[in-house]
């Protein structure tokens, strides 16, 4: 099993998309099926787990990102900025994972921002650098770290991106909604699409009401209203791997579960989920 990785999951044994460049899968298996299509490792749970343990978030925002695209944005040759807030296990992943949505974009290029206190400082040669990138011409990716709380960074340092993405942030957790509330209003305002996953449909429950709360009392966002671009619903491409929830034992979790994207807009146009 150990040898999976390595032997199946390498650029080189990949099959191709159509002439224009698209690609699409919707299942893990599919996804896979680039790789291998013989049945040995489609029929292997095991192999799947592995699979999507690795590749649950760039194909969770490969997926959605027709909803993270405004709808006046050029259709081709674009480059779309994404600001990644809270980033945790997405910050250590190696470059290579991220370059898998320029192979179901093909005609995009991203410039994508990991921003959170659990980003890793990586020591530079300039003293005083808070940010790292990580930047390949020619695989169509743009990283940069940047460890630091969103609302905390100067005001003015990052412009405001084309979208949001927020991984298993867990916003209306008893524990954190608090300290998420200064952030989010900063990303809610910008009234740019934020994809949002969560580990669980009560997880994603307390998610929801929390945003319908802060729209409805911040007075940074007045008379708005949260729109749903994406319905709260079960992510196809979360992490097969179950794991413990410390706080609820007996309901287990899974990474980028469920999934949703929001916008706040004026009142007349929001929607429910």
Request: hydrophobic fraction near 40%; aromatic fraction near 8%.
């Amino acid at each position: 099993m150990h040898h999976f990785a390595p032997v199946v999951l390498q650029p080189s044994h990949r099959r191709g998309g159509g002439a224009d460049g698209s690609r699409h899968v919707t299942t893990w298996s599919q996804y896979l099926q680039l790789y291998s299509p013989a049945n040995a490792w489609l029929d292997d749970a095991r192999a799947l787990r592995l699979l999507s343990s690795a590749y649950s978030y760039v194909l969770t925002l490969s997926t959605f990102l027709p909803e993270l695209m405004e709808t006046d944005s050029a259709p081709h040759a674009q480059e779309l900025k994404l600001h990644v807030i809270g980033a945790r296990a997405e910050a250590m992943m190696p470059r290579y994972l991220w370059d898998e949505l320029v192979f179901f974009h093909a005609d995009m290029r991203f410039d994508i921002k990991l921003i959170g206190d659990h980003v890793p400082v990586m020591r530079t040669r300039k003293p005083k650098t808070t940010g790292q990138k990580m930047e390949d011409s020619t695989s169509g990716v743009r990283l940069e770290m940047i460890n630091g709380l969103y609302h905390e960074l100067e005001a003015g340092k990052l412009q405001t991106p084309d979208a949001f993405v927020l991984y298993n942030p867990g916003v209306g957790h008893p524990r954190l909604r608090e300290s998420w509330r200064s952030t989010l209003e900063i990303v809610l305002a910008s009234r740019k699409p934020v994809l949002i996953t969560s580990f669980s449909v009560e997880d994603q429950q307390r998610d929801v009401v929390a945003l319908q709360d802060l729209v409805a009392t911040s007075p940074v966002l007045k008379q708005q209203q949260l729109r749903f671009r994406c319905r709260a619903k079960q992510n196809s491409f979360r992490n097969l791997k179950f794991q413990v929830d410390p706080t609820n034992i007996g309901m287990p979790i899974q990474t980028n579960n469920r999934v949703m994207v929001v916008q706040v807009v004026d009142g007349s146009e929001g929607s429910s989920v």
